[in-house]
């Protein structure tokens, strides 16, 4: 089992940052892809980015790319998102994801941090 734990969601304005972290424990000696969706009220979750186990490979949606930075400390079981030029778009409860390494299978999730961006 892998735990999932996210932290550093909030409020701010628009064209502002923010940075999510989430932090993994457990079995964490397996490789995990790991990844972050995001879900607006009324809308399906989507796939935000994602980070393979070594860090050379990774994914953004198109709505976030030149935006969002996703990346990984392994040594502290730790993934990051930076978040840049926040728009009300954004806005969206955030969840951190993790599933085998080399596949698209999300096995585990976070209970999820609140993004908020103001006009």
């Known amino acids: 089992q892998l735990q999932l734990v996210e932290s550093g969601g909030g409020l701010v304005q628009a064209g502002g940052s923010l940075r999510l972290s989430c932090a993994a424990s457990g079995r964490t000696r397996s490789n995990y892809f790991m990844a972050w969706f995001r879900q607006a009220p009324g809308k399906e979750r989507e796939r935000v980015a994602r980070?393979?186990?070594?860090?050379?490979?990774?994914y953004y949606a198109d709505s976030v790319k030149g935006r969002f930075t996703i990346s990984r400390d392994n040594a502290k079981n730790t993934v990051y998102l930076q978040m840049n030029s926040l728009a009300p778009e954004d806005t969206a409860v955030y969840y951190c994801?993790?599933?085998?390494?080399?596949?698209?299978?999300?096995?585990?999730w976070g209970q999820g941090t609140q993004v908020t961006v103001s006009s």
């Open positions: 994801a993790a599933g085998p390494d080399g596949t698209y299978s999300v096995n585990y």
């Open positions: 980070i393979n186990w070594s860090g050379f490979s990774t």
